[in-house]
């Protein structure tokens, strides 16, 4: 398996994301971690509008002393109309609800998202990994600006999508995906080195609101505890849920398993298949694989040229929170 994790110098990565508090656990795993260097952070709607996204995202770097540059993307979905954020999830201003935000002083970069990624990837051809933990606006409409754009990034890494594991928002929807499911379609079919970290694994990895104390505690600084009080309501909502989760008062590290299937792919088990996504109907959102690629199928759209996508169906779940947290007790914050 071709890991970054070993190599020498550290994966320069765009961030995709819409903050949200998983998204923000990832940035901060991501920020720690000295194997990643993030070159750059483009922003959707989500978990929140992409405005707020912008706003957390500028946010969450300033407070860990990081400038890095951000950029705003796609507001809605490419075909179907957008919906009000899941406030009752991350909060109304997507990070838990803070109760105060100190002032900071980054700024965006005034790229749009899609353009970004593109200029990046021209700028530095094979080096720049993609890392999207949400809905995949960014990314479609990027590959529309630049076609050969699979040849250009190293790889790509998405949270999205469940294969066998019930979804999200449907019986058979990820969130991710079912909020832009045209964009995920043209993601999944584009062609480049492709990994779906999904709710196959993500729903493995409960991460404990002791772990995030346990950080802030040793840190003591305004990142790790905003983070610590962002997970705190996340954890409530996923404890009200499902009982096993509530016993130890926790949440779905989701977003920065993304992360830890690019630092350590070994805690993973992966099956590669080629995946479609259903963009109407009832199965709206659902990503289907194809197990059977020997079997020569009437129905079109699931031919050899689809390419095929890594997909994460098994994980060591002890190992990330392990890894999680020595990589957050690190050396990471500026003071
Ligand atoms: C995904 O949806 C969002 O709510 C999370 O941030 C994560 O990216 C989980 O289904
Ligand atoms: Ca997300």
Known sequence: MTTQANKSKPSKVIYDTDPGVDDAMAL??????????VVGITTTFGNVTVEQAAINALYLTAIAGKNISITKGVKTPW????????THIHGRDGLGNLTQRVATTNQLDPRASAQFIVDMARAEPGEITLVAVGPLGNLSLALKLEPALPALLREVILMGGTITEPGNVSPVAEANIWNDPHAADHVFTAGWKLAMVGL??????????????RIADKHRHIATDSLLHAVGFYANFYSNLYPHVARIHGCFGHDVLAFIYLTNPEFFKLQSGRIRVATEGLAQGQTMMNRKDFVDY????????KPVTQVCMGVDSAACTTEFERVMMGDWLSR
């Open 28 to 37: 901060y795993y991501a920020l720690a971690h000295p194997a990643i260097d």
């Open 200 to 213: 196959d694994v993500t729903h493995q990895v409960i991460m404990p609101v002791a772990l995030f104390k």
């Open 298 to 305: 009437a129905q079109k759209g699931w031919g050899k040229d």
């Open 79 to 86: 075909c179907k109309p957008g919906e009000a954020p899941p």
